[in-house]
């Protein structure tokens, strides 16, 4: 059921969810988090698809605000609210709200959100595509326990992760980071076997992906050794290399589907790595409200390690650009470290200062 409201308010907002609750028979409400989408016009269907498909697994009821403030100094003056209220089969199986903000309104979004929020649930805050600059100081941040941004949509995604390592607090997370899940778990999962000391390890992905040098920060923090960066065709991360005495660890994914695995003295095996779509990056987030510890010690481990030099018009489609190296007093480790928590030093990273050419795709 599909309700449209044209300069309204919140209060008529919620009067028209219990309606459309009532008109279709469900008026008990079984929703278990808040989710508010921060987009635009041009992203709102992608993210408010995806966040629908999402709640098929978390039944929630899903804010999308819009923010229209204006070009003109009269429509800038102004302050309107038009929403669109989905129950039923229109909106997954939650509830969803679309919430056109127009003129100065624009600036005062949570005035709106916050009468709109299940009450005792918890509030996740997603940006599909521009996020600000320190989430958790953000008005509609402040209202959250989760926020999650994307540094893949961002012009610049190794000056984002920069920038999301500057401004790290307890409950932010980033969809490149949780893009490398399967990566990580297949790494240490190979890990677990019994194998030889690790001495180096290479990573090769798309220039420009977050997620390939959250993977490369992750390896050289977990197992304390130097990491070398390589980029390739794509798409997105295609191959993992650990180096021990007994020769290499290969997991490699040419394309974006089925990967395989290859270890010393064991016959090489396929194994299912598929680039996965933003509903299930966007369902992985909402099974934990809690935050991430691991992210927090990869992100503010070496993100100012990246270097500027790299490969832009090399004709060779895998170079190495740069090389991670872990503290000097830090010991090489095993299968252990690549999955145990750790702490992050206290120096924080410095953004990288290359443009990219390009947004990034899901890993």
């Known amino acids: 059921m599909r309700i449209d409201l044209t300069d309204t308010t919140s209060s008529r907002i919620n009067a028209g969810l219990i309606e459309a609750r009532r008109a279709i028979g469900t008026p008990a409400v079984g929703m278990v988090l808040t989710l508010v989408i921060v987009t635009d016009e ?42 669109e209220v989905l129950v039923g089969s229109d909106s997954g199986t939650g509830e969803t709200v679309v919430l056109r903000m127009h003129g100065e309104l624009a600036n005062h979004a949570e005035s709106v959100v916050l009468p709109l929020l299940l009450p005792d649930a918890p509030v996740v805050v997603w940006w ?97 050794v130097s990491v070398e960066r390589k980029v390739s065709d794509g798409p997105g991360i295609t191959g993992v290399q650990l180096v021990t005495a007994d020769g290499e660890i290969r997991l490699d994914r040419a394309d974006g589907l089925l990967a395989e695995l290859a270890m010393p003295g064991q016959p090489d095996r396929h194994v299912a790595l598929k680039r996965r779509e933003t509903s299930e990056l966007i369902a992985e987030e909402l099974r934990r409200l809690d935050p991430d510890d691991i992210y927090r010690s990869t992100v503010k481990f070496g993100v100012g390690r990246l270097t500027d030099s790299g490969p832009q018009d090399s004709e060779d489609p895998v170079e190495s650009i740069e090389v991670i190296t872990p503290a000097k007093d830090a010991k090489p480790a095993g299968a252990a470290a690549a999955k145990a928590p750790a702490k992050a030093p206290g120096k924080k990273a410095a953004p990288a200062k290359k443009a990219a050419t390009g947004k990034g795709t899901s890993s």
């Open 42 to 83: 041009g992203s709102a269907y992608d993210a408010l698809k995806a966040a629908s498909d999402a709640s098929r697994e978390h039944p929630s009821r899903i804010l999308a605000v819009i923010k229209r403030p204006g070009r003109s100094p009269r429509d800038r003056a102004m302050a309107r609210l038009d929403a």
């Open 128 to 224: 599909p595509e521009e996020s600000p600059d320190k989430p958790a100081e953000d008005p509609l941040g402040r209202l959250a326990q989760r926020r999650i941004t994307d540094a893949a949509a961002a012009e610049d995604p190794v000056l984002a992760l920069g920038e999301r390592a500057a401004a790290y607090a307890p409950g932010d997370t980033d969809l490149a980071w949780t893009r490398i899940t399967p990566w990580r778990s297949m790494l240490a999962a190979a890990l677990d076997q019994k194998h030889s000391r690790i001495v180096s390890a290479t990573v090769e992905g798309e220039a420009y992906n977050p997620s390939t040098e959250l993977l490369a920060l992750w390896l050289a923090d977990r197992l304390k």
